[in-house]
């Protein structure tokens, strides 16, 4: 089985009613597999095959640009005092239920959490990782705030 623990509209997926893919989100509104955090999965250790995660990426919504959703509600934002170690203690609970030799993608954007301080408050370094091409981000014209990036990494997990 496969684990998506940020499902959300499950925007990530050609198929959003894949059989071998556990949807969890803290959202019940978004009809997840599983209601739950990513911090405390009530899955067992080393159950999962692989896992996607898609997380908040953002500290706060930008003033002016120009939104046609509710963005926080949609995607969830971090908290400013706690996103280190909230995301480190998501890490270490996907590498808990993930199986010797699972890959876990990780999917960042750079927009407000540039992706050596997102390693940085990881506990290793990824197997891989991609930069998109031509990501350009969003920003006004004039703006002085730097364009961002979405980044794609893998870590595969070590045997025991």
């Known amino acids: 089985m496969i684990l998506d623990v940020t ?25 997840p597999t599983i209601i739950a955090v990513w911090a405390y999965l009530p899955i067992r250790s080393g159950a999962i095959d692989g896992a996607v995660k898609d ?10 640009k120009p939104m046609a959703f509710n963005f926080a509600e ?12 909230d995301l480190a203690a998501g890490f270490e609970e ?10 876990l993608l990780y999917k960042w954007n750079d927009n407000h959490i540039t992706l050596p301080r997102l390693l940085a408050c990881l506990p290793c370094k990824p197997d891989r990782k991609a930069a ?11 703006s002085t705030e730097p364009r961002s990036r979405t980044w794609y990494l893998i870590w595969i997990k070590k045997t025991a």
């Open 94 to 103: 996907l590498m808990r239920v993930m199986a010797p030799g699972a890959q």
């Open 74 to 85: 949609r995607y969830g934002i971090l908290n400013r005092e706690t996103w280190e170690k």
């Open 7 to 31: 499902a959300g509209r499950r925007c990530m997926w050609k198929d959003r009613e894949d059989p071998n893919v556990i949807f969890i989100d803290q959202k019940r509104s978004v009809k």
């Open 132 to 142: 998109m091409v031509g990501s350009r981000g969003v920003r006004r014209p004039g």
């Open 55 to 64: 997380p908040p990426h953002m500290l706060y919504v930008s003033k002016g």
